[in-house]
């Protein structure tokens, strides 16, 4: 806990990405007493049957034909870029740095739905997170960042680009596994994992913010 608190006095926030559902309470309430924010987070992990499922999914539902898949990459137009912010923005989503996304310094993906007047209507995304020499480092990703604005919401856009990011950093670069997190209780989110085939993994995120720096005292909505 001291080194997350120090973590938090340098950049605003940090979390704890693995801890035992278990333990989570103690974690957390070490971290209240100290003053901090805290988010709870449900891991969600995906192997195999997640990528069977992704498969099917993009098989049966493909994207709508006024919409095309922009990926993003070392160069991409900065346009691109900003479509994809723009949707994850609005929908309370915080997208990871342009650096990450366009997998300059560590391997990674965006991809954004635009419409026929240039408009991201829908995103995701994914990257490596855990160091390459961890354990996980070369089998689990990241994964998630789903997000559709509500005017096209109920055309699974969404699941459509969440599969093809899961495929993408398996096909790419071999991650075998993706994880997300999902506050317990959003019913949407877990919803589309489950049909992704990605499922709780009885472990959480603790994620943490010095209130006084960051706005509402999270990273995300």
Known sequence: MDRLAALVEL???SFFARIDDGAFDRWRTGARRRGLSTTHYARWLGADAAA???RALLKDHPLPPDLEIRRI???TPDEALAQLADVALSCGVLPPSGAVLRGRCKPGLGLVAVDRA???VACAGAASFWHPDHPDGRRQCWWGMLATLPERRGQRLALVLGALALIEMRERFGFGEVFTGIEPG???????CARLGLRPEGKSVLSVADPGRVPGGRMTK
Request: net charge neutral.
């Open 52 to 54: 069977r499922s992704a």
């Open 11 to 13: 950049q605003g926030s």
């Open 118 to 120: 240039g408009r991201g």
């Open 186 to 192: 959003n019913a949407p989110s877990e919803a589309a």
């Open 73 to 75: 990459g070392p160069d």
